[in-house]
């Protein structure tokens, strides 16, 4: 069970209503308790700085959706992370900062090591399914399905073979629907490399693979965040994705 992290007096006025607040306290540590404001104080200016933010005097308000997320369990290197994503769709308020890590708890990440390791899946994701519709003659940017139908795909078959069957559907009306009818009968078969699968295929269809496409997937670039709301949804829920 995750540890929160316990949110710690709320207060963070001006420094006289500081001391006046703790002026009469007995034994009260007044200079630890403007240290531990301050580096709270801080750690918003970051995020805020991260969200491309006014941040040389954070609101109220904002301090408060900070101490939410820190309470929730987001480290501040985590908070500031994801800030900087929806900050590079060209959002900049705390709304939208909040529906981007609602989507992070959602799928459990709250440090900064755990939503840099799943980006970085989805990375890999898109590059993948970006080389699949490459391979099977589609011109087009991956959809949701796209990505999903892979991650099926990747469940029982390589890489290498997805491939090949993607090959193999170039010309045919649905690409897609046609690799996934190979993928499923090559798996029923018995056959998980491509040699076996090019044998299958010639006999059944009379017709061999279309030469691979030397990579040409490279050729297609993305803006940082284009496709994200694909496979991520931080920031942007439109594209509905998720690994």
């Known amino acids: 069970c995750r540890e929160t992290v316990k ?12 001391l006046a607040a703790h002026q009469n306290a007995p034994g009260g540590d007044v200079g630890g308790q403007l240290t531990r404001q301050q580096a709270l104080r801080d750690e ?5 700085r991260a969200l491309g933010a006014p941040s040389s005097n ?6 408060e959706a900070y101490q939410k997320y820190r309470a929730a369990g987001f480290d501040a290197a985590g908070i500031a992370l994801i800030a900087g994503r929806v900050a590079s769709r060209g959002s900049h308020s705390i709304d939208e900062l ?12 709250f440090t900064e090591a755990e939503i840099s390791q799943y980006l970085a899946r989805q990375q ?7 080389q699949v519709l490459t391979a099977c003659g589609l011109d087009r940017a991956p959809t949701a399905g796209d990505a999903q139908m892979l991650g099926d795909w990747l469940g029982f078959s390589s890489m290498e073979l997805i491939l090949f069957a993607a090959r193999c559907a170039v010309g045919t009306q649905l690409p897609m629907r046609y690799i996934d009818r190979l993928l499923r009968n090559w798996r029923d078969a018995g056959i998980s490399d491509p040699e076996a699968a090019a044998r299958a295929h010639a006999n059944r269809t009379g017709r061999t693979a279309a030469p691979a496409p030397a990579l040409q ?3 297609r670039t993305y803006r940082e965040g ?3 709301e694909l496979f991520v949804d931080f920031g942007n829920e439109a594209g509905g994705g998720k690994p």
């Open 7 to 18: 949110a710690t007096n709320p207060s963070f006025g001006y420094l006289d209503s500081v």
């Open 44 to 48: 918003v200016k970051a995020m805020l």
């Open 124 to 130: 890999a994701a898109r590059q993948q399914t970006s």
């Open 217 to 219: 997937y490279e050729q």
């Open 58 to 63: 954070p609101a109220p308000e904002q301090i």
């Open 98 to 109: 909040d529906r981007a890590l609602t989507r992070c708890v959602e799928l459990k990440l």
């Open 226 to 228: 284009e496709l994200d």
